[in-house]
Nanobody, 123 residues
Framework: VQLQASGGGLVQAGDSLRLSCAASGNIASIQATGWYRQAPGKQRDLVARITSSGSTNYADSVKGRFTISRDNAKNTVYLQMVSLKPEDTAVYYC??????????????????WGQGTLVTVSS
């Protein structure tokens, strides 16, 4: 699976932004898609995740402000972010959790990462 993330930018505190993660390749193998973020000098953390059945979960810091959704027709997962805060500044990455059987009928579980997209929130 190949992922293309987009939508980052420079916004002011309180503004909104929508990130997109377009997937291509073995779409049927995708079990879940997550948005992660990594601020300078910090580890990469999960922000929001949506499973193939539509279940979602969020980091406590973004609950009520961020919404993850998907458009199956476009093979795209979105992260709608509202009421942005300076502490939301980070590089945002999307990643898929994939499961499939390879040519030898062996189960394969893997995670694929997209390139990051920078979100900068000024105060």
């Amino acid at each position: 699976v190949q992922l293309q993330a987009s939508g980052g930018g420079l916004v002011q505190a309180g503004d909104s932004l929508r990130l997109s993660c377009a997937a291509s390749g073995n779409i049927a193998s995708i079990q879940a898609t997550g948005w992660y973020r990594q601020a300078p000098g910090k580890q990469r953390d999960l922000v929001a995740r949506i499973t193939s059945s539509g279940s979602t979960n969020y980091a406590d810091s973004v609950k009520g402000r961020f919404t993850i959704s998907r458009d199956n027709a476009k093979n795209t997962v979105y992260l709608q972010m509202v009421s942005l805060k300076p502490e939301d500044t980070a590089v945002y990455y999307c990643a898929t959790e994939n499961f499939y059987y390879n040519a030898n009928s062996e189960p394969v579980a893997e995670r694929n990462w997209g390139q990051g997209t920078l979100v900068t929130v000024s105060s």
